[in-house]
């Protein structure tokens, strides 16, 4: 599988995109005006209440709203877990020895060390542990512990071998490391450089916490791009393209310092719009619409809610054979695969529940669940999913850490306000007729001036000329329908002819 990694850097945005034959399967985009990416942040904060009912503390960070820290968050390194697998045992039953490592240690108004594992979203504030973690390029340094992890992806025994054993001699006491996926074949002198700016780091995090009072940012985590190549840069990637000279150095010098070889795959594209060289463009654009079609003909329906993502997979044009199981069997293993693939691409996370096509054989349910978790491999982040139940449903959580692609580079419409659909025609000019009737019982004013959307002005002067005929007649009253580009199709606005104040919110 060829894997590449194209960069598009301009005046407002950067993104980093991950192809894989073809097909692009992450997207990453960081605007540079807005705010930026929080996840992995450490704060020195205070502890506002503990609330046992819960299960979870509220620890003011400087954030408008308080994050959240669950009693979960004590004790071990739930950050790390869900990403890192450990060597010979299961990184679950680690408990790390913490300074806020059991509920006992919570107190409000006491001063804590947190990281951010979930950005805020609207009204929540931001999810934190108290496991502190420092990932690194090859390394997690993870203080307050006293264990080594290498992650389970290396499969070769001799190689997992020799790392953990240059993690042992470079490890601190008191302190944990756990070795990437990307640090297999690494040399020592490598991970050497690597551990001394993690010491660094945490010596600068120290250092602040002892100077300045909480709540305070104490560490901030790289730029999102520097950070998707420290973290998806491995000997997998064939290349990165990147399209920003400026980028393009620091990003070189960056892997440089720590591997040199590896530099030559970084490489300067001066060949136009990237993007649009790789077709990745439509492909954004796709991952922005409810309906995904199938190369058979299907296709799925991604919808988004207040508490879940629902997804719906229909045989659409898809005719097939006569037998009707392996119809259902084969639109359902082609939507598993791309809905594994949608859900990276949009980076969609939460509780998710997918409805495949009704099938009744044993044997086709349990394939389609195998093909399905099979996909989801290729996905970093944690993902659970329950089995096929008798009404064809899959219920599935996938670790969710920022906003989804959807948010993060669409806006809500202003007319539709998020509900997908428009008021009809006919129900705006029920609207109308309403606000004259009101209007007439208030006030004496003859003439009126109604701005409307060209398309609802067209509507009315032609569809329902004679209605507004009999209203005028009706209440006497003389109205100038003006056309206005700057008004959605629901809405409309109401000036005074006398002397041109806006009447539309007082009746």
């Known amino acids: 599988m060829k894997k590449e990694i194209l960069i598009n850097a301009t005046s407002l945005e950067t993104r980093t995109a991950m192809i894989e034959d073809g097909k692009l399967v992450e997207l990453y985009v960081e605007t540079h005006e807005s705010d930026e990416e929080t996840t992995g942040n450490i704060y020195y904060g205070k502890i506002e209440n503990v609330l046992k009912g819960i299960q979870a503390a509220f620890v003011d960070i400087g954030f408008p709203n308080n994050a959240f820290l669950p009693f979960s968050e004590l004790g071990k390194d739930a950050n790390i877990s869900t990403i890192m697998d450990a060597d010979e045992k299961d990184t679950e039953d680690i408990r790390f ?255 998710i529940v997918i409805d495949f096509i009704d099938m009744y054989d044993a044997k086709n349910k349990s394939n389609l669940v195998k093909t399905f978790r099979q996909e989801l491999h290729k996905d970093r982040a944690k993902v659970v999913v329950a089995s096929l139940s008798d009404f064809g449903l899959l219920e599935m959580t996938r670790q969710r850490t920022r906003m989804s692609l959807l948010y993060s580079v669409s806006e809500e419409c202003p007319v539709c306000k998020g509900l997908g659909r428009i008021p009809s025609k006919e129900s705006i000019v029920t609207k109308i007729d309403n606000w004259i009737r009101n209007f007439r019982r208030h006030n004496r004013e003859f003439r009126i001036e109604l701005r409307l959307h060209p398309d609802m002005k067209e509507y009315i002067q032609t569809e329902q000329k004679t209605l507004f005929r009999k209203l005028r007649w009706k209440y006497l009253l003389k109205i100038d329908f003006v056309e206005d580009k700057t008004l959605g199709i629901g809405e409309f606005k109401v000036l005074s002819k006398k002397n041109g104040n806006d009447l539309t919110e007082l009746y």
């Not at 602040?208 to 709540?215: E, H, I, N, W």
């Open 97 to 351: 020895v913490n300074p806020i490592s059991s509920v006992d240690d919570l107190a409000t108004g006491k001063d804590v060390l947190v990281q951010i594992v979930k950005e805020p979203w609207g009204d929540k504030g931001a999810r934190v542990t108290s496991n502190i973690s420092l990932p690194g390029r090859y390394l997690v340094f993870v203080p307050y512990t006293n264990y080594i992890g290498i992650s389970k992806k290396i499969t070769n025994y001799a190689e997992k071998r020799r790392l953990k054993k240059i993690a042992q001699a470079l490890k601190p006491e008191g302190f944990g490391l756990i070795v990437r996926t990307v640090a297999e074949k690494i040399s020592e002198e490598a991970f050497l450089k690597d551990m001394n700016g993690l010491m660094d780091t945490w010596n600068n995090i120290q250092k602040t916490v002892k100077k300045t009072p909480a709540p305070c940012l104490v560490y901030s985590e790289p730029e999102r791009t520097s950070k998707v190549i420290r973290d998806l840069f491995t000997d997998e990637i064939d290349r990165v393209l990147i399209d920003n000279r400026a980028l393009h150095k620091r990003i070189q010098n960056y892997v440089r310092s720590l591997t040199p070889d590896q530099a030559r795959r970084i490489i300067f594209y001066d060949e136009g719009y990237i993007f649009e060289k790789y077709n990745v463009i439509e492909q954004i654009e796709e991952s922005l619409r409810r309906k995904v079609w199938l190369k058979s003909g299907g296709h799925i329906v991604i919808e988004h809610t207040e508490a879940l993502v629902s997804i719906d997979v229909n045989s659409g044009k898809f005719v097939g054979r006569r037998d009707q199981e392996k119809n259902s069997l084969k639109i359902n293993l082609e939507a598993a695969v791309e809905v594994a693939r949608q859900l990276r691409l949009r980076d969609i996370g939460g509780l």
